[in-house]
């Protein structure tokens, strides 16, 4: 052992002297230019709209403690933001501690300093840390303050945390509140980041969401404004009835099951200090279709990871359902749980509250271990009351969510679908033709149009690897119809069973059945509205097996052209108008043979060109991250329940149809 620290040591020799002039003291701001990952998060799109998150939610605060009713943002340019509010202003006076610097100066270029610590400034506050300015500040190439109290206008510049000028006195005004005008440093950020118009917009809507008491006046640079997601140039956003005005507003015309929304405020109790335990407002939708969701903030600060006051919801909504069940005698609803609860809501909930504790800097989840207790305190007798004024309604809803909780309890009395063993036979569709091999990273399943073109595809296959699912005309629409009719769909039924993965909630890809998931159908428009409808089904109830790249589309020709020897074969009419140029002579009788459908094709023709891994095109089905919201609205409208929307668009692109002379 000796013998073995001996040869370890003598061949690590230090490259130079490690001593006490090797340790650094970073001062000021150098460490969050050194390392701005520990403060906002990273360098990305998202750290870099971090940064107008602090600014703004600083005014926030102000307009949250009653001394601000109006905040301004403008989007200057593509980067630089000017955030204005009118609140009392940052003290100008000489800090007691560092008397030969004024407040505002203190603020801005050392960390943990600001005015919501005590708690004597901010009852509840966003900043909690007194890092949010100084980062900013820090990682700005340039940063202008203008502060406007007792009729008096001061004005400082800074640069990447260092002053650049003094704290001057500007000509006297009547107005109050504080202006922050920064541009994020490219040295850290790179010269390609810059700010999103719409996101920027999306998270003033937010803000004057959260506190109906402030308006937020939104301006931008015209030539920022691209794109049909892009925001108005100016806007004056309110919501005077705060998260249910902009829930209502969200959810546009989707379907509810109860009308109106579950909404309201409250205060929470006393702190035991005698101070305001602070406030809890909450809108509640329970949806009959579409995604539920849950987005919490406290102190006006988002929680995208949750946290306890999202706990104390989900408890007050669970017993609450609980009581109402068991007081109705409602069948098994003592078996609600969360899941089934939380499957039918789209809600908005936001706290404020007295020294909060958040997971990181960033604050993406609240761990205050009170919040749990005080919001579930605060919204259960309101549920019990809501419940209370339409018994009819309650009843209604409360049975539905007992539906899901049957359905949660079948699925897991069932056996999970596995591959066949010599000692168990698989619970599968009677369909379904499986492959033999088990890896599911080895095998792939085709979706096929009835059962002709399963015939078919059942001979072309490679049996080991390959599957065959035949799927009976089109699919159900999944966009228009209710949860009950997916449910009650014997194609999506054994679709469903056949992967063996689950979907929308109980969706679990480690339990996908095959590597690829690929819908083969005719290369005809009726082929392409059933590979249409079978995406809709993937995007909206299996959205992980579409970004994990699971999905594909099999490209089947539609043509065989044949001379002598040689064939070729053509996906379209165009195609085969090329092919006959390039691969043939001009005055050659080329056989042209159309297949009527893959029922029809030749198992070799169809081997050859759509099966066969060595030979075939697979297209694969992706949605990018920045774009899945368009894709979810461009499916709602094309194959949602409002025909409106879809003969809109019929319009919008009738412009770009080549009328074809038939």
């Known amino acids: 052992m000796a013998d073995m620290f001996e040869q370890d040591s003598s061949r690590s020799q230090p490259a130079e002297n490690y001593d006490a002039g090797a340790i650094e003291v970073l001062e000021g701001l150098e460490p969050v230019r050194r390392r701005p990952g520990m403060y906002i998060g990273g360098t990305d799109d998202t750290a870099y709209h971090h940064l107008a998150s602090e600014i703004i939610d600083n005014a926030m605060d102000e307009a949250v403690a009653g001394h601000a009713t109006t905040i301004e943002v403008c989007l200057e340019d593509a980067r630089t933001l000017m955030v204005r509010d009118n609140g009392r202003g940052i003290p100008t006076d000489p800090h007691p501690r560092f008397p030969e610097k004024s407040a505002l100066e203190v603020i801005f270029t050392t960390l943990h300093a600001g005015g919501k610590f005590s708690g004597k400034s901010y009852a509840t506050s966003g900043g909690l840390h007194g890092v949010g300015s100084s980062v900013v500040n820090a990682l700005a190439s340039r940063l202008e303050v203008e502060v406007y109290r007792g009729r008096k206008g001061w004005r400082q510049t800074f640069s990447r945390g260092l002053p650049t000028s003094a704290l001057e006195s500007t000509k006297p005004a009547l107005k109050r509140g504080t202006m922050v005008r920064f541009t994020p440093d490219s040295e850290i950020f790179g010269g390609s980041l810059h700010f999103s118009p719409a ?258 595809a059942r001979q072309a296959r490679d049996r080991e690897t390959q599957a065959v699912l035949p799927l009976r005309g089109k699919i159900l629409n999944v966009a228009s119809a209710t949860q009950e009719k997916l449910r009650a769909n014997t194609e999506l039924r054994d679709l469903i069973e056949a992967l063996g993965c689950g979907f929308g909630k109980t969706l679990d890809l480690n339990r996908l059945r095959y590597g690829r998931v690929i819908i083969m159908t005719d290369a005809d428009v009726d082929g392409a509205h059933i590979a249409s409808l079978l995406m809709t089904f993937f995007f909206r109830e299996m959205p992980d097996l579409v970004r994990q790249g699971h999905l594909y589309l099999a490209q089947p020709p539609l043509y065989r052209l044949t001379h002598g020897s040689r064939t070729v074969y053509a996906m379209d009419d165009l195609d085969r108008d090329r092919r006959l140029k390039a691969d043939f002579k001009p005055n050659a009788k080329v056989e042209i043979s159309r297949f009527k459908g893959l029922g029809e094709m030749p198992v070799s023709d169809l081997k050859e060109t759509t099966m066969s891994p060595s030979r075939r095109t697979l297209l694969r089905v992706t949605v990018p991250p920045e774009e899945n919201l368009l894709t979810r609205t461009r499916i709602e409208s094309l194959m949602g329940r409002k025909p409106e929307l879809r003969f809109q668009f019929i319009q919008e692109q009738a412009r770009s149809v080549e009328l074809l002379d038939i």
């Open 199 to 456: 996101r920027l917009y999306r998270q003033c809507q937010v803000k004057a969401a959260l506190f109906r008491g402030v308006s937020i006046s939104w301006s931008c640079a015209p030539d920022l404004l691209k794109g049909e997601n892009a925001p108005p140039a100016e806007a004056v956003i309110a919501y005077p009835n705060g998260l249910e005005d902009a829930l209502t507003a969200d959810l546009g015309s989707s379907p509810t099951l109860l009308t109106p929304l579950w909404a309201g405020d409250a205060d929470l109790p006393v702190a035991a200090d005698g101070q305001p335990g602070g406030r809890v407002e909450w809108a509640v939708a329970f949806l009959d279709q579409g995604t539920s969701s849950l987005i919490s903030y406290c102190n006006t600060i988002p929680t995208p990871q949750g946290g306890t006051h999202e706990n104390g919801l989900r408890a007050a909504l669970v017993k609450g359902f609980r009581n109402w069940g068991e007081q109705r005698k409602i069948r098994r609803a003592n078996a609600i749980t969360a899941e089934d609860v939380l499957g039918t809501i789209n809600a908005r909930l936001s706290v404020f509250i007295r020294n909060p504790q958040f997971q990181g800097q960033t604050k993406d989840r609240l761990t205050t271990q009170e919040a749990s207790r005080l919001v579930e305190g605060a919204l259960r007798d309101r549920l019990d009351h809501w419940l209370g004024g339409n018994p009819q309604q309650a009843d209604s809803l409360v049975g539905y969510i007992v539906e899901r909780a049957e359905e949660r309890l079948r699925r897991r009395e069932a056996r999970e679908t596995s591959r066949k063993t010599a000692t168990r036979r698989l619970r599968l569709p009677g369909k379904l033709t499986d492959c033999s091999r088990s890896n599911a990273h080895e095998t792939e399943l085709f979706l096929v149009e009835g059962e002709s073109a399963g015939g078919s």
